[in-house]
Nanobody, 115 residues
Framework: QVQLVESGGGLVQAGGSLRLSCAASGSIFRLNLMGWYRQAPGKQRELVASITSGGRTNYADSVKGRFTISRDNAKNTVYLQMNSLKPEDTAVYYC?????????WGQGTQVTVSE
């Protein structure tokens, strides 16, 4: 089992920045994938960004150039630096951890971007 604890999020004005963190604990293997998804009201959950344990990243087109995902393997922690935030980035952001084809989810953290 893997447990995920998220932090960060909150309310910010358009153009501002926020950083999300997610720490994983439990039975963690060397090879894994960590990432962030988000879900806005009335919409499906979508991938925001992901990063492999080797550092390979993947971003949704809507956040490329504004968001940066990174990780600290020693701490089993993934970060999402969000810059130039837009109102359409408003959503609940979920940390995701995957290893051996099993996915784990964080509890979610609200990000609200005002006009």
């Amino acid at each position: 089992q893997v447990q995920l604890v998220e932090s960060g999020g909150g309310l910010v004005q358009a153009g501002g920045s926020l950083r999300l963190s997610c720490a994983a604990s439990g039975s963690i293997f060397r090879l894994n994938l960590m990432g962030w998804y988000r879900q806005a009201p009335g919409k499906q959950r979508e991938l925001v960004a992901s990063i492999t344990s080797g550092g390979r990243t993947n971003y949704a087109d809507s956040v490329k150039g504004r968001f940066t995902i990174s990780r600290d393997n020693a701490k089993n922690t993934v970060y999402l630096q969000m810059n130039s935030l837009k109102p359409e980035d408003t959503a609940v952001y979920y940390c995701n951890f995957e290893q051996t084809y099993v996915q784990y989810w964080g509890q979610g953290t609200q990000v609200t971007v005002s006009e």
